[in-house]
């Protein structure tokens, strides 16, 4: 069983910048894809970034490229998630997760069903 842990949450103005981070701890999670998704009020989870288990592949969702960066470093079990030029659409709370697959097609691994340990969650709010 692996156990994510969020950190680096807090509240920023819009254009700032902001780093979360995501610590896994139990079984060895180096070999698996990595993924942050968030879920504003009222909305649907959605996929924000996707990093294979080699960080040779790494997806983003349209609304944040260019923006935000995802990366990992295995020796530390965590992945980093930096978030440049932030809008206030960004707002969410941003769970860390880990995929039950080591990699697969795009579709497959931008769903949430293929994710089965995920964090408690981090808030990220970006004010006016």
């Known amino acids: 069983q692996v156990q994510l842990g969020e950190s680096g949450g807090g509240l920023v103005q819009a254009g700032g910048s902001l780093r979360i981070s995501c610590a896994a701890s139990?079984?060895?999670?180096?070999?698996?894809?990595m993924a942050w998704f968030r879920q504003a009020p009222g909305k649907e989870r959605e996929v924000v970034a996707v990093?294979?288990?080699?960080?040779?592949?790494?997806l983003y969702a349209d609304s944040v490229k260019c923006r935000l960066t995802l990366s990992r470093d295995n020796a530390k079990n965590t992945v980093f998630l930096q978030m440049n030029i932030l809008k206030s659409e960004d707002t969410a709370v941003y769970y860390c997760?880990?995929?039950?697959?080591?990699?697969?097609?795009?579709?497959?691994?931008?769903?949430?069903?293929?994710?089965?340990?995920w964090g408690q969650g981090t808030q990220v709010t970006v004010s006016p």
């Open positions: 997760a880990k995929a039950s697959v080591i990699w697969g097609n795009t579709a497959t691994m931008t769903t949430p069903r293929v994710y089965t340990s």
């Open positions: 139990g079984r060895a999670s180096r070999t698996y894809t």
């Open positions: 990093i294979r288990w080699d960080a040779g592949v790494t």
